[in-house]
C-alpha cells in the first residue's frame, strides 16, 4: 500500500468516527497516531474546556 493510500484509508477511518459521538475517544487516538505519521513528537494531549477546567481527552 503506498503512503497516499494509507493516509486516504487514516481519513477514512476518522471520518466516519467523527459522524458517531459515542466513539470521541477512538477518534482522538486515531487523529494523534495520523498526526504522528506526518510530524513526529514524544507528547501528545488533546484538551477540551468543561466550563472553567480543561480535561484530557486523549
Known sequence: MS???AL???LRE???LAG???HLA???DSALD???EVIP???A???TLDGAQLVVRA
Open 3 to 5: 503512503d497516499a493510500d
Open 8 to 10: 486516504t484509508a487514516d
Open 14 to 16: 476518522v471520518a466516519l
Open 20 to 22: 458517531q459521538p459515542q
Open 26 to 28: 477512538t477518534l482522538l
Open 34 to 36: 495520523a498526526l504522528a
Open 41 to 43: 513528537f514524544d507528547l
Open 45 to 47: 494531549a488533546v484538551l
